[in-house]
Structure formats: structure tokens, C-alpha cells
């Protein structure tokens, strides 16, 4: 933490608060770093806070953006061996990440990578987070295209599936309206099958809903 303390200091120039989340109830854990060598000595003091200070139920409640992050923290606990609870944790915590209105960009961007790394998932449910969170987002893309420049991986796949979905739509539009033409200009159903490689049942359908 010294060394990335320093480090970020040389590079922006900025000021720096440094968080440090212990997520068990060890008490031997410091929150500071001392060096000293040849009459030389450095002390690097960060803040420390400990998961099971917290009450769960009030940091639900708490307006605040710390808060969300020690919320993934104590789910990381509750749910090691519940990935089942894990997903939906995740999937609630994330919502209500990107909905917040009282942070600065680059702090919820940071806040929704720390969330979608510390609780991690098997694959398959990572996948099927992605689609559940793709349905849940209905009308609200417009929020989370203010930060597509650098998304966290859950929504970064949500955002890329509702592209491809959109790719398939418009290739089978196009299709539709080349199987219509064809139609209109008298061919069978079993000619233009062959021809598009398309099930004859498709065809069909396409036809009735022309009338």
C-alpha cells in the first residue's frame, strides 16, 4: 500500500486516501508502515476497517459509496460456499451501484470493478448474470453508457450482448424483407428454402404474415 501510495502521488499529483478492508476479525492486522534505516525513517499511517464492525442492515441503508464496498466485502464472507446467494448479491449490489447519483464517475467506475472482481463467479453464472442483469436494465442504458469508455466485465458483456442481439436483428430483418420479395414475386415455398437454406416452415411464416 506504501508503494502504491507513492507511486500514484508521483504520477497525478493528487492527494491520497487510502482504505485497507479486513474482511476477517483478526485484531493483529496494522494499519500502518514504519521503515527505518541508517537514520532514515518513513511512516506510512492508512485507514482500517474491519468487516464485522459493521451492521449489514445499516450500510443497506447508508447513502454513501464506502459503504457498498464493505457490503461486497461481507457477501464475499456469507458466500463462499453459496454461489447461489453470491449471484444475487452481486446482481442487487450492482444495480444499486449504478443508480447512485451522489459519486463522481470515475469513483462508481472504480466502485462496480471492485464489486465485480471481489466476488467472483463460476462462468456459467457469471453468463447468466450477464442475461439477468441485461433484462433489468431496460430503460436505463443511457446510465451505463456514461461509463462504456471502461466498464467493469458483468456490464461490459451486457452492453456487448445487447449488441450482438442487435446484429442478429438487423441480418434477420434483411432477411425477411429478401424472403417478402421473393414471395411477392410468385416463387414457392420450396425453391426459395433451397435457395435462403432456410426451413420451409420459415418460409411459411414469413408468407403468412405477409397477408
Not at 499511517?45 to 443497506?60: A, C, I, P, R
Not at 453464472?125 to 442483469?133: G, N
Not at 420459415?202 to 408468407?207: G, L, P, S
Request: aromatic residues 10%.
Amino acid at each position: 500500500m506504501f508503494e502504491y501510495c507513492y507511486r500514484i502521488s508521483d504520477r497525478y499529483g493528487k492527494k491520497i486516501v487510502a482504505i485497507a478492508i479486513f474482511t476477517n476479525k483478526s485484531t493483529k492486522s496494522t494499519n500502518q508502515y514504519h521503515d527505518k534505516y541508517f537514520g532514515t525513517e518513513i511512516t506510512y499511517t492508512f485507514n482500517k476497517y474491519v468487516v464485522s464492525d459493521f451492521d449489514e442492515e445499516e450500510l443497506k441503508k447508508s447513502p454513501k459509496l464506502f459503504s457498498k464496498a464493505l457490503l461486497a466485502s461481507i457477501y464475499l464472507n456469507q458466500t463462499k460456499n453459496e454461489m447461489s446467494h453470491r449471484i444475487a448479491y452481486k446482481r442487487t449490489l450492482l444495480r444499486k451501484v449504478w443508480l447512485l447519483s451522489n459519486g463522481e464517475r470515475a469513483e462508481i467506475r472504480a466502485l462496480l470493478y471492485f464489486i465485480d472482481y471481489l466476488l467472483k463467479l463460476p462462468k456459467s453464472m457469471s453468463e447468466q448474470l450477464v442475461r439477468d442483469v441485461k433484462d433489468e436494465i431496460k430503460g436505463e442504458e443511457e446510465i451505463l453508457n456514461l461509463y462504456k469508455e471502461d466498464l467493469p466485465p458483468t456490464l461490459a458483456a451486457v452492453l456487448e450482448l445487447e449488441r450482438q442481439e442487435g446484429i442478429e436483428q438487423g441480418i434477420e430483418q434483411t432477411i425477411k424483407q429478401i424472403i417478402s420479395g421473393l414471395i411477392e414475386t410468385g416463387a414457392d415455398d420450396e425453391w426459395i428454402a433451397e435457395v435462403s437454406k432456410l426451413p420451409t416452415t420459415k418460409i411459411i411464416e414469413i408468407r403468412k404474415g405477409l397477408k
